[in-house]
């Protein structure tokens, strides 16, 4: 099973600052299948990143995502109010797994 | 517009059963292989399993083989979990997903609200 690990665990930013989220694999993802979702208090998951770097429909460009391998990166370039959440990595290259979690809270 | 809803959760003693539903719209349903994703309070993700469109294939992560079977009726466009021998850290709320193709190896473009299943003496 390929493990994911995410850090921070917590990140404490304030808005309009850039905020950096990490995902690490304990093994190769294939083909980049690498997505990231956001979750809200009481919400269900929100897909915003596939394919490692492609933007779900509707998601602002200010969500980025990049990498291959075992090292991902989620980048959201310019935070807003609405951005401060629980975001999780996910690969889906070799069965299903999910990232622990990072929260973003704010500063 | 996609919409997903699960129903069918509740209180059950450790060792019971419980099964779980997803009405599905908005989409062709057996076009698309289903998930199930659960959440354990304050916890993270933890996907459970999955059914190809036709409900031919299925599969299930090792916390849950052998204790429940999904299944679907795409007449109905619904999924289905069954849980048997349920035990305490199966305390979750249950999420339907909608994959993001036919395939089984594919991200989650939908979600529906969960249902929340407890287990408790």
């Known amino acids: 099973e390929i493990v994911l690990t995410q850090s921070p665990g917590t990140l404490s930013l304030s808005p309009g600052e850039r905020a950096t989220l990490s995902c690490r694999a304990s093994q190769s993802v294939s083909s980049s299948y690498l997505a990231w979702y956001q979750q809200k208090p009481g919400q269900a998951p929100r897909l915003l990143i596939y394919?490692?770097?492609s933007r779900a429909t509707g998601i602002p460009d200010r969500f980025s995502g990049s990498g291959s391998g075992t090292d991902f990166t989620l980048t959201i370039s310019r935070l807003e109010p609405e951005d401060f959440a629980v975001y999780y990595c996910?690969?889906?290259?070799?069965?299903?797994?999910f990232g622990q979690g990072t929260k973003l809270e704010i500063k | 517009e996609v919409q997903l809803v699960e129903s069918g959760g509740g209180v059950v003693q450790p060792g019971g059963s419980l099964r779980l539903s997803c009405a599905a719209s908005g989409f062709t349903f057996d076009d698309y292989a289903m998930h199930w994703v659960r959440q354990a309070p304050g916890k993270g993700l933890e996907w459970v399993s999955l059914i190809s469109g036709d409900g031919g294939s299925t599969y299930y992560a090792d916390s849950v083989k052998g204790r429940f079977t999904i299944s679907r009726d795409n007449s109905k466009n619904s999924l289905y979990l069954q849980m048997n021998s349920l035990r305490t850290e199966d305390t979750a709320l249950y999420y339907c997903?909608?994959?993001?193709?036919?395939?089984?190896?594919?991200?989650?473009?939908?979600w529906g609200q969960g249902t929340l299943v407890t287990v408790s003496s």
């Open positions: 996910q690969q889906y290259g070799s069965s299903h797994t």
């Open positions: 997903a909608k994959g993001m193709s036919s395939s089984w190896l594919d991200y989650f473009d939908y």
């Open positions: 394919g490692a770097s």
